[in-house]
């Protein structure tokens, strides 16, 4: 079965210039990682599940925070994964210092036989449109793209 996400490109204007939100992994393994690691707010969805609503749920439980606004439909684009992500642009504004993020357990360190807990996402970062190009995973990029001609 495809693998499916849903996620939220909140962008602002400052000076009106273009700035873009992403979220940066938690985790051991991101711990290092920076160009190229960094993502939009999403998360799996599944079939029977309206993706905007689950975008929306997905964006609350990276940052803490809900998200309203006016949603634009971006197309969707395909991961080297495979996976799908369908995303949202919408105008608006958050304090990247004040995330909270759920939590994922994985063992570590590997094969301990001890859970671990970690936050989803351990930090968040407002970019310029071409910091952010080189900053998220590379398959996101056309998102920002399309934004670029949207705004």
């Keep these: 079965m495809l693998k499916q996400s849903a996620g939220i490109l909140l962008y602002r204007l400052t000076n009106g210039l273009p700035q873009v939100f992403l979220v940066h992994p938690g985790g051991p393994f ?25 975008a929306q749920r997905e964006f609350e439980e990276e940052t803490g925070q809900p998200i309203t ?32 993020s759920n939590l994922f357990e994985i063992e570590w360190p590997p094969k301990s036989g001890k859970k671990t807990s970690f936050p ?15 900053k998220i995973i590379p398959g996101q990029v056309g998102l920002i793209e399309e934004l670029e001609t949207l705004i």
């Design 30 to 54: 991101f711990r290092n990682k920076d160009d190229g690691a960094w993502s939009i707010p999403k998360g799996e969805y599944i079939d029977g599940e309206e993706p905007l609503i689950a």
């Design 69 to 100: 606004g006016k949603f634009i439909k971006l197309q969707p684009i395909k991961q080297k994964s495979g996976k799908v992500v369908h995303a949202w642009a919408v105008e608006g504004d958050i304090d990247h210092e004040k995330i909270v």
């Design 120 to 134: 989803e996402i351990d930090r968040a970062g407002w970019f310029t449109v071409d910091t952010a190009k080189v």
